[in-house]
């Protein structure tokens, strides 16, 4: 901890984590977690983002995230801590454009929900999950370095934690490929997020 952090600390001042955890799982299987996550943020966009149901999308992502833990293939994380909310702020809309952008990390949230798509489509063999949280006060399993199998458990129960304990302040959940029947080949992943380290 800097002599800064030392000082905002003892001074009672409010500390704020900004951090996002890519997680990338390989398999036909893991098909079925599309529609977990589209789901998610289908009820995301009909709340306005409200935090409570979000938090709670979260927490079933996470879950399943748990449950399918054999076929995730490589990891990283990042982030940073703030003494004042706005800049904390800034910095997750800034992992949220960043996020946002990657490749096919766009839901088309205006078809239908079909919890049947997975079984007509193609099912693709690749999908990240891009985990953007901002939370109040300090939680080193999530910003510890998460590029370990054991490590990325923790961390995921402690986002779970953090929603029932209202310490978050901020939830952005993105994922490639977003839509069903997209595909993300091999050379995509290696491609488009060079931060992955295997697990």
């Known amino acids: 901890m800097s002599l800064r952090d030392q000082f905002n600390k003892f001074t009672g001042k409010t500390q704020f984590v900004v951090s996002r955890i890519f997680i990338h799982l390989g398999g036909e299987e893991v098909s079925p977690l599309l529609g977990i996550l589209n789901q998610a943020a289908r009820q995301a966009i009909e709340s306005d983002g409200d935090l409570t149901i979000v938090g709670e999308g979260l927490v079933e992502i996470c879950q399943n995230l748990l449950q399918y833990d054999t076929y995730w293939r490589s990891a990283a994380n990042e982030g940073d801590v703030f003494w004042d909310e706005g800049g904390a702020g800034d910095y997750a809309n800034e992992l949220f454009t960043d996020s946002a952008g990657r490749y096919l990390s766009e839901p088309d949230l205006s078809q239908p929900n079909n919890p ?21 006060g300090e939680e ?17 129960k402690a986002l779970i934690n953090l929603h029932y304990q209202e310490r978050l302040r901020a939830i952005y959940i993105h994922f490639s490929p977003a839509r069903f029947g997209d595909e993300l080949t091999d050379d995509q992943v290696l491609q488009n997020f060079p931060e992955l380290i295997p697990l």
């Open 116 to 136: 049947n798509a997975q079984l007509t489509l193609n099912p693709t063999r690749n999908l990240i999950l891009m985990l953007t949280v901002a939370f109040e």
């Open 140 to 156: 080193s399993s999530i910003e510890a370095d998460l590029s370990n199998m054991s490590a990325l458990k923790i961390a995921l």
